[in-house]
């Protein structure tokens, strides 16, 4: 796959949430959602402000690093200090934001190659697992979003990128934990939402399995939801505590929904 086709799911993952975002009404945007203290317009903010800085690690890596200490080195008083400015802004003001940080990040990553490496919040990343992890971030707060003014927003198979990552950070899901990853290997088939053939992460004669549809996994690995709140089939213990724990983003280890909150 080509960097420029992953740059390309990304816009259109962004355009998609837009859709859904511009038609809302200014109170919507006060919302609370599934993620504890965040409204709406904190989901908007926070894909706002690491646009911004996902388009300057790709252009000005050294000022991107130096902002990087400054954010962790700034008391913030206990408001997240990457949602304080967007929380002065009006609705039509932050749309306006994320709209123009997402033009920056959609220039600078047509500059990106397919063997570049990014600087990000911890290890540098390849230029295509960066720009998944942006597609991953629009689409996971997208969903935040979507449960709390109750929007549609069809699947597509742009959530390819998503199951991928999903699949691969398995083992970082216990790395995060501080804990040994089962020994097991695990296959992972999954529906697309356009109904083609299906998606097999892993060794097809695995024992451990996950069957049913991308966007199932997709909402699990993501935490947006229990797996037994969905249509996925697991088959072994050790696929099951890994669903149970999955974390296909970066940071500390957290847990999702508890099952039965979206059932």
């Not at 998609?16 to 919507?28: C, M, N, P, T, Y």
């Not at 979507?146 to 990128?161: C, E, F, I, K, N």
């Not at 947006?224 to 974390?247: I, M, P, Y």
Request: proline fraction near 5%; hydrophobic fraction near 40%; aromatic fraction near 8%.
């Amino acid at each position: 796959m080509d960097i420029s086709e992953v740059r390309d799911d990304l816009v259109a993952e962004q355009e998609a949430l837009d859709e859904v975002v511009g038609a809302l009404r200014s109170e919507q945007w006060a919302l609370a959602t599934p993620s504890p203290g965040w409204s709406v317009a904190d989901q908007i903010g926070h894909l706002t402000y690491f646009d911004a800085t996902a388009a300057q690690a790709i252009t000005s890596p050294d000022e991107f690093k130096a902002g990087v200490a400054a954010l962790l080195a700034a008391d913030s008083g206990g408001i997240d200090g990457t949602l304080a400015a967007f929380r002065s802004m009006s609705p039509s003001e932050q749309l306006e934001a994320w709209r123009a940080n997402r033009k920056l990040l959609a220039d600078a990553a047509d500059t990106l190659e397919n063997d570049t490496r990014v600087p990000w919040y911890g290890p540098s990343m390849g230029s295509k697992s960066f720009l998944t992890a942006r597609l991953m971030e629009a689409w996971a707060h997208g969903q935040d979003i979507v449960d709390t003014v109750g929007a549609s927003r069809p699947g597509s198979d742009r959530l390819r990128h998503i199951a991928q990552l999903g699949f691969i950070t398995r083992g970082w899901t216990y790395a995060n934990r501080k804990s040994a990853m089962p020994q097991s290997e695990v296959c992972v088939t999954l529906t697309p939402p356009s109904g083609g053939e299906p998606w097999v992460f892993g060794t097809p004669d695995a024992e451990q399995t996950v069957t049913g549809s991308a966007e199932d996994f997709c909402l699990v690995v993501t935490q947006r939801r229990h797996v037994a709140d969905t249509d996925l089939v697991v088959a072994g213990a050790d696929a099951q505590d890994w669903l149970e724990k999955a974390q296909a983003f970066a940071g500390g280890p957290t847990d999702g929904p508890a099952a039965g909150t979206f059932a």
